[in-house]
């Protein structure tokens, strides 16, 4: 079955978006009485009928309403620096959604070669991942925060930074805390600075290795996105 974004769904009756109505009628070529699926991004899943299959307002019925639809009792909330390449990051976004994550927040480090985001070309990245995958939440993308403001900020949950400096750390798989809130730090190509782990630290911040090999920031991040998402799930969470 078909499935359409209605962000603003309040009611039995929705009048799909132009560019969504004409991607089902015109593209789809749905009609009068096909059944959709709908998501509104705060967990609202929906089966609809057609009422009137208008390619530019589109009118659909509610038949069935889900609500809170594959809710987790954790979130996932990654901090992550803008990578370079505008299309790695892109990925990190697409691939974290499809797996499972809640927030997501840009951050500007010491290294950062990129300090300037396009939050609109983002969001529809977020969109159109969230309905690849058949997803109910849409991550929420926070505005480009310097580092040093973000990790003052309060966080009721547990909190790591990734990095690649050379001494012990625990991997992230035995440090976390199954059922919990986490909140991720992950560094540009350069990585955190020094004067920046240290800050981390002192932020209750707790060092971790996401594995023996050296990461791209992108990958880095997946990494921690599935190793949170298949910790939860190996538990029933």
Known sequence: ???????????????????????????????TNDMVQLIDGK?????????????????VEIIETKKDHEKRN??????????????????????ATEIGIDEITPIVCEHSERKVIKPERLEKILVSAMKQSIKAYKPQLNDLIQYTDFIKQPFAGEKFIAHCEDHEKSFLKSRYTVGRDVLI???????????EIDEARQNNFTEISLGNSRLRTETAGVVACHTINLLNEKEGY
């Open 74 to 95: 954790h979130r996932l909330h990654i901090a992550i620096a803008p990578t370079k390449n505008n299309d790695r990051l892109e990925w990190f976004l697409e691939k």
């Open 43 to 59: 967990g609202g899943f929906f089966t609809a009928k057609i009422m009137e299959p208008n390619p530019k307002k589109c009118t």
């Open 1 to 31: 079955m078909h499935l359409f974004y209605t962000p603003d769904l309040n009611d039995t009756i929705y009048t799909l978006n132009e560019q969504e109505s004409k991607h089902c009628i015109k593209v789809l070529r749905l009609s």
């Open 185 to 195: 730090l992950i560094g540009p190509e350069g990585d955190f600075s020094r004067e």
